[in-house]
């Protein structure tokens, strides 16, 4: 049920002049986030769709995948006996738009090795397998009480390709080198997008929060980038809104690590962020008031 609009905190009201200098734009954003509502839910079929689909769905938008079915409000996928027969996977559609990136990927032969860093509860591994379809997906997470939910969704969709592993990052790249070709980061952050879902993020606006979660993006994007073998692709998104923690970690990142380039993908042009400073810089941003989901960022960059 829709909730009562809020009004903005002093802190959440800098925070989104600084997003939005336009203040008709700035409120469309503010009411989104302050008026959560359900967003339709999304299922990523992982086995093959049945006929007649057990839900009504409504028409794709551009850049979903032929794999993926949004469902009109109030259905309750996880409830249906598909979902527990691991038929389809369900989640957020803004997890779907950060993963597009990975359809633009060709490759001569399946890649061998698909690893994603901070994998659970494994909407992105599973999109990325779907996606894909890899020799080898490892699926990694570094805190301990996240790996039941990983371990069990990854087995209940049947990835047979999947391996859970409990590392932190430079173990990680201890373990595999630089022989990935594709490594997903889909980083912890502030999560200011969760607010219009209606969860109250404490202190997501706040400098100090933002400022933390960027200085550790930097650390494992840094550090995951050694996985990826050369001509290798490394995705890079969030569930936040912040500039620090989106376009400011990839400037810094492409501005120290230049032999990772940005990557337009062509299926999120009308989505493309206007901030970044580097001139050949691309991310793409999905905002809660455009109505498909939460929000998302999410980038593509290649190794030479
Ligand atoms: C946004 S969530 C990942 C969501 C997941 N990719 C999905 O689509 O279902 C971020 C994950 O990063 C993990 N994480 C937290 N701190 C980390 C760190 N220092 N290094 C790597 N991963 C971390 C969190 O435990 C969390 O599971």
Known sequence: MQKTKQFPSALLEKFSRKLYPDPVHRETFLTALLTPKPYPPAILW??????????????????????????VLGTKPGQHHLHHQGAYYVLDFSSVFAAVPLQSLTFPQSPKL???????????????????????????????KRLGMLTSNLKRCHLACGKVTHLNVAD??????????????????????????????????????INHNAQRQKKIIATASQLVRPGGYLLYSTCTFSIEENEGVL?????????????????LTDYQSPWGTSPQFRGY????????????????????
């Open 251 to 267: 400037d810094w990142f492409v501005q120290r690590f230049p032999a990772f380039q940005s990557l337009a993908v062509p299926a």
């Open 46 to 71: 992982c086995q093959p769709r049945p006929n007649p689909l057990p839900f009504d769905v409504i028409p794709p938008v551009v850049w979903q995948p032929d794999w993926v079915d949004r469902l």
């Open 114 to 144: 698909v690893i994603d860093v901070c994998a659970a509860p494994g909407g992105k591994s599973i999109l990325a397998w779907r996606s894909l379809q890899p020799d080898l997906l490892v699926a990694n997470e570094v805190i301990g």
């Open 172 to 209: 990680l790249v201890a373990e595999y080198g630089q022989l990935a070709d594709v490594v997903i980061v889909d980083a912890p952050c502030s999560g200011q997008s969760l607010l219009a879902k209606g969860t109250n993020v404490l202190g997501c606006f706040h400098p100090r929060t």
């Open 285 to 304: 941003r999905l905002s809660p008031e455009q109505g498909l989901g939460a929000g998302a960022f999410t980038s593509l960059l290649q190794l030479a």
